[in-house]
């Protein structure tokens, strides 16, 4: 059995974060472990509030973990805090883990913050250079680069930043441009466009479900463009068939 692991925030509605990574997972076939770096309090309509994870919890969490089971592929999504990014980044190098997937996520589709401000410029020079794949979304792209995204030719512009920082390689999510949507792959050498129909309405957790999706195809040997490609399909389809329970976003149907 292949098995992934997934360092993030908690959602008590199952849309986001560490409960969704777990779901997604298991319908690519591979067995979930997860490590909670933060908290979250919200639903479907908002963030409300945060909190860190300790350091040395995180820590203690991945040596207990990995000591007994190594991970094939990890991901991880809401760090919250520099101590969380120091905690990941020294058991990906003391464990020589491989396959790591990082969801920068700094922010909800809310608004909520969900990186501090100074664990950003850790995130890009601690973690960034032990990643397989890194998955920023537009926004995140802009806000790791300072490059204000509004066309395809911004995104490459942005992947190619982002490539010097280390990952192996940049896929940039959720571009929205005219009737399109653009996924953009790059490796340092050849750009993969992987183009989609836009589907209207506000959707939970497109970001942690893709970055799930693109960690448990790694962890089951598949190659990056390939499980971007993946990744893509799988998200489009959860979207397509989304449950409208709350009364904010939808969530997705995994
Ligand atoms: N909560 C957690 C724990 C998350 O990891 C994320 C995104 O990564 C969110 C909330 C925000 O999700 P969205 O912006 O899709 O609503």
Do not use: W
Not at 65 to 92: E, F
Not at 94 to 114: E, K, T, W
Not at 117 to 136: G, N, R, Y
């Amino acid at each position: 059995m292949k098995t992934a692991l997934t360092i993030a925030g908690t959602d008590p509605t199952g849309g986001a974060g560490v409960q969704a990574d777990l779901k997604v997972f298991h319908h690519f076939g591979v067995y979930g472990l997860s490590v909670v770096s933060a908290l979250t309090v919200q639903n479907t309509e908002k963030v409300s509030a945060t909190s860190r994870i300790e350091g040395a919890l995180i820590e203690a969490q991945l040596n207990t973990l990995i000591n007994d089971i190594r991970p094939d592929a990890l991901k991880t999504g809401m760090l919250l805090s520099s101590d969380a990014v120091r905690a990941v980044a020294k058991a990906v190098r003391a464990y020589d883990l491989h396959n790591l997937v990082i969801d920068p996520v700094v922010r909800s589709s809310s608004g909520a913050q969900l990186l501090e401000d100074e664990a950003l410029a850790l995130l890009k020079s601690e973690l960034f250079p032990l990643a397989e794949v890194i998955t920023p979304n537009i926004d995140e792209a802009a806000a790791l680069t300072g490059i204000a995204i509004s066309d395809a030719g911004d995104m490459e512009e942005a992947a190619q930043e982002l490539k010097q920082l280390g990952p192996e390689v940049i896929i940039i999510t959720g571009g929205h441009f005219k009737e399109e949507t653009l996924e953009l792959v790059y490796d340092g050498r050849t750009f993969h466009r992987i183009r989609g129909k836009k589907i209207k309405g506000e959707y939970h957790g497109t970001g942690c479900a893709f970055s799930a999706a693109v960690a448990a195809l790694l962890a089951r040997g598949t190659l990056v463009a390939d499980a971007a490609r993946g990744a893509k399909d799988f998200v489009e389809k959860a979207i397509t068939h989304a449950y409208d329970i709350g009364k904010g976003m939808r969530l997705l149907h995994v």
